[in-house]
């Protein structure tokens, strides 16, 4: 099979495109890859920076969408199943292994290429929004980052799970746009957020940090909830403690992956409740650019640039 090595640690350029053997495995899941999820952890583990950090060379890759070539007896998944998983690693492949309870079957209704791109973002959004943001029927949720992979799906798990307003922050109008069309009831621009939006916020959603950090705090009204997901802008924020006493506001983080991965059952717990907002497409993953797999390079060079809306994606 082709595969994707990151054979050494100087960034997406230097991944190489190789043939390996065909997985094989008795308790595993083997999944004909039809369409991989690119993010921020595949591109920080091209220069060593991720927490993940299997030994050289690797074939990186979290998430994909595929159909089953072989399943455990007893799995609940069979020969010719179409589904979403989360392998963890080694999924930039045509074939690829991964555990039973982190392989779900796919709606018809949802193509490959949403299928690789629901299970990281969306998940991570639900996590956010309902177990550490305790989202409520009626509140008004802040999205940075509005555009991109896990903006979108944040603003549409907003939505589905009972936000009565959903604001994206967007760097451009042509960005605000997608974000509008992802399902946010309006956007405003970066710059000059604060003062554009007021302090009506119950819950900020954040993967960008950086300088925003602040500001996004004094948009929250009493008892709001900025949830830290990630650090795109680069720069991680500092916050003086007394801001949150003061207005009895909250900060928390948001790691997914240290939470659910040591709870077998949680991830499939979530699938159950986000799968009926799958299938009447109340949750729409926004597909963003699309290359082959012996363009990986590309495709994470386009995250590292901040030029993708919606989720990157290799197809085999």
Request: aromatic share 6%; glycine share 12%; net charge negative.
């Amino acid at each position: 099979m082709r595969a994707i090595h990151i054979s050494s640690l100087d960034g997406p350029e230097a991944t190489e495109l190789v043939e390996l053997p065909d997985p094989s495995s008795a308790d595993q899941v083997v999944i004909d890859v039809k369409a991989i999820g690119v993010a921020f952890p595949e591109l920080l583990q091209t220069r060593g920076l991720y927490q993940i950090k299997p030994e050289l060379p690797f074939v990186p890759g979290a998430e994909v969408a595929g159909v089953v070539a072989s399943a455990p007896e007893g799995s609940g998944l069979a020969v010719g199943d179409r589904v979403a998983s989360l392998p963890m690693v080694g999924g930039f492949a045509e074939k690829v292994l991964a555990q039973p309870h982190l392989t779900f079957k796919l709606p018809d209704e949802v193509s490959f290429e949403e299928g690789a791109s629901f299970l990281f973002n969306y998940g991570t959004s639900h996590f956010a929004l309902v177990e550490r943001g305790h989202l409520r029927e009626g509140e008004t949720v802040l999205v940075h980052g509005a555009s991109g992979g896990i903006g979108t799906s944040a603003i549409q798990v907003a939505k589905a799970f009972g936000a009565g307003r959903v604001i994206g922050v967007t760097s451009t109008e042509e960005k605000g746009e997608i974000a509008v069309a992802a399902g946010a009831d309006e956007y405003v621009l970066a710059d000059g957020f604060k003062d554009a939006v007021g302090r009506c916020v119950d819950i900020v959603v954040d993967p960008v940090g950086g300088d925003r950090f602040t500001d996004s705090l004094r948009t929250l009204r009493e008892h709001g909830r900025l949830l830290v997901i990630g650090f795109t802008a680069g720069d991680i924020p500092t916050v003086k403690v007394n801001r949150l006493l003061l207005n009895n506001i909250s900060v928390s983080g948001v790691g997914w992956g240290a939470y659910a991965l040591p709870r077998p059952d949680y991830i499939g717990t979530q699938w159950a409740a986000m799968e009926p907002h799958l299938r009447r497409g109340a949750l729409k993953p926004i597909v963003g650019p699309s290359f082959g797999l012996e363009r990986a390079a590309e495709a994470l060079q386009c995250l590292e640039q901040r030029k993708a809306t919606g989720k990157v994606v290799l197809t085999t």
